[in-house]
């Protein structure tokens, strides 16, 4: 598996979107909650996570 890689990330009203490139295919993945206290970096894999989810469907 290549390693996903985010193209696109927004942090707004306490939600994450983005899009990521997932085995050379880019996923849009639709906004979601996160906790406000959130690094970055958390914020990152909850998106990488979602991504490949989405991708396996």
Sequence with gaps: MI???I???SYRD???LGRVVVNGHEIAVQ???VASDASASEKENKL???AIRSSEL
């Design 14 to 16: 306490g939600k994450v």
């Design 31 to 33: 906004p979601f909650e």
């Design 3 to 5: 390693e996903p890689k």
């Design 48 to 50: 990488i996570e979602r």
């Design 7 to 9: 193209t696109m990330m």
